[in-house]
Structures are given as structure tokens and as C-alpha cells.
């Protein structure tokens, strides 16, 4: 196996949708009222619920008191679930018509419903970094805009910190429908299949977004380590 | 070199490379279009660079500090599952 094949192997892993074994033994470990499987779900979960929940209300409390309600009728609800579906894409339906009708008592307009087109249709790389077409060799990097190399230690805690908020602002900044996808595919782990089905879109849609906001996210990485480099030395 | 018949990973180009690099991780290209990414990877240090830089940055999102729920408010949905659920709270 190539180190390419390697590295693909890996990536698959872990954007796998491919749970439902571990998923048919969870349910039946929550239904049969083992507390610790529970406590995990809520410990995994909750982020990611909380980050939805805020979409529909407008306070950090109120998606606090939506993720647990979620959390009370999923509990509740436990022998309706048929299993068509994985249990988180369950769960997320649950907290979806919860928070929907908890952001109608708020006078909230829900932004999922009324996710715009974003207006970033740009490419993901500057094309001045390309050789133009008259080149030998047309619609490849040009010598200085070829990517280089980041510092080898980015899992270091002070290169991590700064990191961090680089992608945290370059977040804050996204188009929100490219936001949203990048932030419940890779912040939190979600499924394409879950984001896919929870956001209603299609899922070439879906990848259209995060790879533009994936890109877009580089980019500001590349700037930031690139206006780092003369300071960083070798 | 026979410009008709390039040779694997010769058939696209860094900037087209650059835009399916999502798809390619998806696992969501055909396999020979996958086997032609695979192949200008290798001879193209400049994309597998920026493939590269594609997975720390997936990488780096997942290190994203995230809110959650106190531990007070999840020990409380423990509660609330052991009273509703647990061995003892059905007849």
C-alpha cells in the first residue's frame, strides 16, 4: 500500500457512515437502561447539538434548554425508533422539530430554511498561482505559486492555539451555509449522509459547500503561516 | 513524450486537482478518476503539498474547542434516564 493509500484508508475511516452495527447495540444497551452508554452519547453529542440548537434561538440558554429537551423525548421516545436511520440522524430530527417550534416562540426566523446561495463561487486557489495557458506546461503551478510546505508541528500546543484561532475566525467568516457544513462535518464529526439529510441538501450540494469552505480555510492557514515564515526562521 | 496519450496523473491538471481534491477525499469520484489524482500526486509535489495541507486543516477543525453542557445539566439527563429507563423504573 502506497503512503497515499494509506493516507485515503484514513480518511475514509473516519468520514465512514458505516456505524450501524455499533449503532444496533447502542440502541439496545439504551434500552435496556445501561446509564453509562447513555452518558457517553450525551457527553459526544452534546457540542454538536448545541451548535444546532443555537441556529433556531437566539440565546446560548435557550439552545442549552432545547439540547436538553432533545435529550428528555429522545429518552422518552426510545422504543419509536425504527432503526431506518442511524440514531443520531434520529436524535437530530428530534432536536430539528424542537428547536423549529421553540424559534417560532422566540420570533426567531430560522436560518436553515432560509439559507441564501452564498455568493463565494471562486475557485479554490488563485488562478495567477497557475501557468496561463500559452505555458509548455498550461494550468500548472507556476514556480511562486506553488503550495510549500507548512512547519512540521502544527500538532505542537502553541503552533495548535494559534491554529485554532486562525480557524475559528477564518470560520466566523465563511459564507453560512459553507459555515454551517464545515462546522457539523469537521468540528463535530458528522456524517456527509447526516449533514446531507439534516440540512435537506443533496449531497453533491453538500460537498460543494465544504470544499469551499475547506479551501477558503486553507487559504487563511497558508496566509498565516506564510506572513509567519521570515519570524519562525528555520 | 506522446502528447495524446499522457501518462497517468498527466490527464489533469494542479488547478483542476485543487478542485476535486474534496470529491477525491469523499471517496467520491469514479475509480479511474481517482486512480488519475493518485497518480499526479505522486509525480506532482506541489499537490500532494496542498492535499496535504486539505487534511491538516480537516485535522485542525476537529481540534476546535466546543461548548457543551454542564456537568451538572448531564448529570441531571443521567438522572432523568435511570428514573425513566433503568432496570428498576419500569413495572
Redesign the interface.
Given at each position: 500500500m502506497?503512503s497515499?493509500?494509506a493516507?485515503?484508508h484514513r480518511?475514509?475511516s473516519r468520514?465512514s457512515d458505516d456505524n450501524q452495527p455499533a449503532d444496533a447495540a447502542l440502541v439496545d444497551q439504551?434500552?435496556?437502561?445501561d446509564?453509562a452508554a447513555?452518558?457517553q452519547i450525551?457527553?459526544a453529542w452534546?457540542?454538536?447539538m448545541?451548535?444546532v440548537a443555537r441556529m433556531y434561538v437566539s440565546t446560548?440558554a435557550s439552545a442549552?434548554e432545547v439540547?436538553?429537551e432533545a435529550?428528555?423525548a429522545m429518552?422518552?421516545g426510545?422504543d419509536k425508533f425504527e432503526g431506518r436511520s442511524s440514531l443520531r440522524t434520529w436524535m437530530l430530527a428530534i432536536l430539528g422539530n424542537i428547536g423549529r417550534s421553540r424559534g417560532v416562540r422566540e420570533a426567531r426566523t430560522v436560518p436553515l430554511s432560509s439559507l441564501g446561495p452564498d455568493e463565494d463561487d471562486g475557485?479554490?486557489?488563485d488562478?495567477d498561482r497557475?501557468r496561463g495557458p500559452g505555458d509548455r506546461w498550461?494550468?500548472?503551478?507556476t514556480p511562486l505559486g506553488?503550495?510549500?510546505?507548512?512547519p512540521r508541528s502544527?500538532e505542537e500546543e502553541i503552533m495548535?492555539a494559534e491554529?485554532?484561532t486562525q480557524?475559528?475566525n477564518g470560520?466566523a467568516e465563511l459564507p453560512e451555509r459553507q459555515r454551517t457544513v464545515?462546522t457539523l462535518r469537521?468540528?463535530?464529526?458528522l456524517s456527509?449522509d447526516e449533514v446531507s439529510s439534516f440540512l435537506g441538501l443533496s449531497?453533491g450540494n453538500q460537498?460543494v459547500l465544504?470544499?469551499r469552505g475547506?479551501?477558503r480555510?486553507?487559504g487563511r492557514?497558508?496566509m498565516y503561516y506564510a506572513a509567519g515564515e521570515p519570524v519562525m526562521g528555520t | 513524450m506522446n502528447a495524446e496519450q499522457p501518462t497517468p496523473g498527466m490527464a489533469v491538471?494542479?488547478?483542476?486537482i485543487?478542485?476535486l481534491?474534496?470529491?477525491?477525499?469523499?471517496?467520491?469520484l469514479d475509480p479511474d478518476m481517482t486512480a488519475e489524482v493518485?497518480a499526479h500526486?505522486?509525480l506532482?509535489?506541489?499537490?500532494d503539498?496542498?492535499v496535504?495541507?486539505?487534511?491538516?486543516?480537516?485535522?485542525?477543525?476537529?481540534?476546535?474547542?466546543?461548548?457543551?453542557?454542564?456537568e451538572e445539566?448531564?448529570a441531571?439527563?443521567?438522572r432523568?434516564?435511570?428514573d425513566?429507563?433503568?432496570?428498576t423504573?419500569t413495572a
Open positions: 502506497s497515499a493509500d493516507k485515503r480518511m475514509r468520514a439504551l434500552r435496556t437502561g446509564a447513555f452518558a450525551v457527553r452534546s457540542p454538536m448545541l451548535h446560548d442549552q439540547v436538553q435529550w428528555l429518552i422518552q426510545l475557485p479554490a486557489v488562478p497557475f498550461p494550468r500548472n503551478w506553488k503550495p510549500r510546505p507548512w502544527p495548535a491554529n485554532r480557524l475559528e470560520l464545515v469537521d468540528v463535530h464529526g456527509s449531497a460537498r465544504l470544499h475547506r479551501s480555510l486553507r492557514l497558508e | 491538471h494542479c488547478q483542476e485543487v478542485e481534491v474534496t470529491d477525491y477525499l469523499e471517496g467520491a493518485e500526486l505522486q506532482c509535489d506541489g499537490c503539498i496542498y496535504e495541507q486539505i487534511r491538516t486543516t480537516i485535522r485542525a477543525l476537529g481540534k476546535v474547542p466546543v461548548a457543551t453542557l454542564s445539566a448531564q441531571e439527563l443521567v432523568a434516564f435511570r425513566m429507563r433503568g432496570p423504573a
